[in-house]
T-cell receptor
Framework: DTAVSQTPKYLVTQMGNDKSIKCEQN?????MYWYKQDSKKFLKIMFS???????INETVPNRFSPKSPDKAHLNLHINSLELGDSAVYFC?????????????FGSGTRLTVV | AQSVTQLGSHVSVSEGALVLLRCNYS??????LFWYVQYPNQGLQLLLK??????LVKGINGFEAEFKKSETYFHLTKHSPHMSDAAEYFC???????????FGAGTRLTVKP
């Protein structure tokens, strides 16, 4: 069983469309995250949820909206997609929010906006 | 706020040589430090972590990291790497007050036969 699973793995879409990426973890972790990895491999945190509550909301366009229906799921919805949104998006989870515990990452969703 | 800087975006070594990937950190409180590996088209996998006490941390796949507070570094090493160790390596830092982990820019490791 995959610990942190994301769907879809690849997403190709046109500018202006709305799309969602889903993430589920079966580790019983309390905290989940979304990271964006750009073409130079730089990883930037976007959002963090602890037990369905938004903890971190970095400087991300409000076209990006996370939703956590329960602590095992954290989805990412993106409105009006732009070329610059093309990247790999990683979901992650951790046992306890804060330091000392490593994160478990999903395998990523490669989003290409054309 | 805490941060890490990885020195060298690309490191190339021969099989059997010593791998040294450098990471300097900045943190106003005792940090938690991590090394992750990312193989092509995969997510990040935790190699090892420093939380306190031991200055030499052993991880998976023969990797080790040395924590040195006086010089604020957490360098990753491996003796006798294999070609299968070729990947992107990320250093990361968090503290107990935050809910996010900050990553370095990554170092791509190439291992030549």
């Amino acid at each position: 069983d995959t610990a942190v699973s994301q769907t879809p793995k690849y997403l190709v879409t046109q500018m202006g469309n709305d799309k969602s990426i889903k993430c589920e973890q079966n580790l019983g972790h309390d905290t989940m995250y979304w990271y964006k990895q750009d073409s130079k491999k730089f990883l930037k945190i976007m959002f963090s949820y602890n037990n369905k509550e938004l903890i971190i909301n970095e400087t991300v366009p409000n076209r990006f909206s996370p939703k956590s229906p329960d602590k095992a799921h954290l989805n990412l919805h993106i409105n009006s997609l732009e070329l610059g949104d093309s990247a790999v998006y990683f979901c992650a989870s951790s046992q306890v929010s804060g330091g000392g515990y490593g994160y478990t990452f999903g395998s990523g969703t490669r989003l290409t906006v054309v | 706020a805490q941060s890490v800087t990885q020195l060298g975006s690309h490191v190339s070594v021969s099989e059997g040589a010593l791998v040294l990937l450098r990471c300097n950190y900045s943190s106003s409180v005792p940090p938690y430090l991590f090394w992750y590996v990312q193989y092509p088209n995969q997510g990040l996998q935790l190699l090892l972590k420093y939380t306190s006490a031991a200055t030499l941390v052993k991880g998976i796949n023969g990797f080790e990291a040395e924590f040195k507070k006086s010089e604020t570094y957490f360098h990753l090493t491996k003796h006798s790497p294999h070609m299968s160790d070729a990947a992107e390596y990320f250093c990361a830092v968090s503290d107990n007050n935050n809910n996010d982990m900050r990553f370095g820019a990554g170092t791509r490791l190439t291992v030549k036969p």
